[in-house]
């Protein structure tokens, strides 16, 4: 389950102001509001991307990220919980 997240003004990469664009925690940023990913209508056509950009993203990294997190470099059991 992934939660969907929405802050009430556009982005703007202008601005460096990161509580507007990149930590929107719900209920400590004014505006910003959540939902589970499994109530967005659009999770059927979304998902597969996200799933593709997460794993572009993540995937060079996470055999150095589980060596570290679990201490015992198996990345495969740091992989399920990710």
Do not use: I, M, N
Not at 53 to 65: G, I
């Amino acid at each position: 389950e992934f939660l969907c997240k929405a802050h009430p003004l556009p982005y703007d990469p202008g601005d460096p102001d990161p509580a507007r664009h990149v930590h929107c925690t719900v209920d400590a940023h004014e505006g910003v509001t959540g939902w589970p990913g499994s109530a967005w209508p659009l999770r059927e056509a979304t998902w597969p991307e996200l799933r593709r950009l997460l794993a572009e993203c993540l995937l060079p990294v996470l055999p150095a990220f589980a060596a570290e997190a679990l201490g015992s470099g198996a990345p495969g059991r740091a992989a399920e919980v990710l």
